[in-house]
């Protein structure tokens, strides 16, 4: 069951939403506020999935209920609804993380549709937040077995008891994927640095080198590469010697953090361009359906900035331009080609209502829609 809650202070409006979808048939709990108070207040109390907020309502408007909201769930999706006058009132709250807006009037139809949206992509950020915590709990248990039947000085299980991991070392990460050799080797002296603060603490210690484990195998598996090669990696560097030393745990580090790299490099072209050509054969397919950097980042396991940089050197645009071209060549066809009126246009496409479709248009084309059809009617 999903958790949706209606801000709206005007009662039929609110009654509307609420009441002409069968929103329990669908698979929702509903909630109903009538100001940006009481939404709060719900929002606090209850584990709420999706908000429906009127932008424009007495005292706390939906906007300042949009950001009190976020800080207190990241992870919530919010849909804004908003009249022509506040169109870009609407159009900033994008700025504060909001899925979407709809223009009045609209269809409820139309409301149920852009909610299964925001659903849909709750799911799968919530499945792939559970696919990840599986992931390092797998490198994390392959590491502790491995790990403490050399260095059994070192290893104390209660070490790890109810202790999440600390955060990834993301510049690791980030080099892992796309660094030169030369930055490896600095990362991993800081790598060494940390160690050394952490020396006269085994607990600590052994919390520092099981982050940079689990960080290090993860991303050999979200570059399609097996965990067990990056576990053999990791085995193959283990000292024989039965009583090991401090400096054997930093030349082990080193050891196998420049072999995953090697690893990494090997196969980087091949995998990479294949990783990007499937992006691009997956954005061909669902341009329509609202996809960004961030979302396609998110489902590949990259940093929007390192796909943005990939996506540009494989298919030699920059991805929100491609995404703009797929638009704008479909919408050309489709006011070339068909009698669609703008609503089913703007809706084929994925836009909230023809208003925006239109502004869009005239911004990236130069002219509105209505006048490109009427300039390509002309000329047969």
């Not at 992870?75 to 908003?82: F, M, N, P, Q, T």
């Not at 925001?118 to 490198?139: M, N, P, S, T």
């Not at 392959?142 to 600390?166: E, H, I, M, T, Y």
């Not at 600095?186 to 052994?206: G, N, T, Y």
Request: charged residues 30%; hydrophobic residues 35%.
């Amino acid at each position: 069951m999903c958790n949706l809650l209606i801000a709206e202070d005007e009662k039929f409006l609110r009654d509307k939403v609420s009441k002409n979808v069968d929103w329990e048939g669908r698979g929702y709990k509903t909630f109903v506020a009538s100001d940006g108070e009481e939404a709060l207040e719900i929002i606090k109390r209850e584990q709420i999935d999706i908000l429906v907020t009127d932008i424009r309502m007495p005292g706390m408007d939906g906007l300042e209920l949009t950001s009190e909201a976020k800080a207190l769930n990241e992870d919530l999706k919010i849909i804004v609804i908003s009249g022509h006058a506040e169109f870009e009132l609407a159009q900033a709250s994008i700025r504060l993380g909001v899925e979407d807006y709809l223009l009045k009037p609209f269809r409820t139809e139309r409301l149920f549709e852009v909610v299964e949206k925001a659903r849909e992509k709750l799911e799968a950020e919530r499945q792939r937040r559970r696919e990840e915590e599986r992931q390092e709990e797998r490198a994390r248990q392959s590491f502790q077995d491995r790990f403490k039947s050399v260095f059994g000085w070192l290893v104390n299980p209660q070490a790890l008891a109810n202790q999440p991991l600390a955060p990834i070392r993301e510049r690791l990460v980030e080099l892992l994927k796309s660094g030169t050799t030369e930055e490896i080797l600095a990362e991993i002296d800081q790598v060494h640095q940390s160690m050394e603060q952490a020396k006269e603490e085994p607990d600590r210690l052994f919390i520092v080198l099981n982050d940079i484990v689990v960080s290090t195998l993860s991303t050999i598996e979200s570059l399609g590469f097996e965990v067990e090669q990056g576990i053999s990696l990791m085995t193959k560097h283990l000292p024989a010697a039965t009583e090991t030393h401090f400096s054997d745990l930093k030349e082990w580090v080193k050891g196998f953090l420049l072999d995953v790299n090697d690893l990494i490099e090997s196969g980087q072209d091949g995998s990479m361009e294949r990783l990007i050509q499937g992006v691009k054969a997956y954005v061909d397919e669902h341009y329509r359906t609202g996809i960004t950097l961030n979302t396609m980042a998110q489902q590949v396991n990259m940093s929007s900035s390192q796909l943005s940089k990939l996506f540009y050197e494989y298919i030699g645009e920059n991805f929100s331009d491609y995404i703009t071209g797929l638009k704008v060549r479909k919408a050309k066809e489709l006011l070339k080609g068909t009698d669609n009126r703008m609503y089913e246009i703007a809706d084929y496409l994925g836009f909230t209502d023809a208003y925006y479709f239109s502004s869009w248009f005239k911004r990236t084309v130069g002219v509105t829609p209505t006048d490109y059809r009427a300039e390509f009617s002309g000329k047969n």
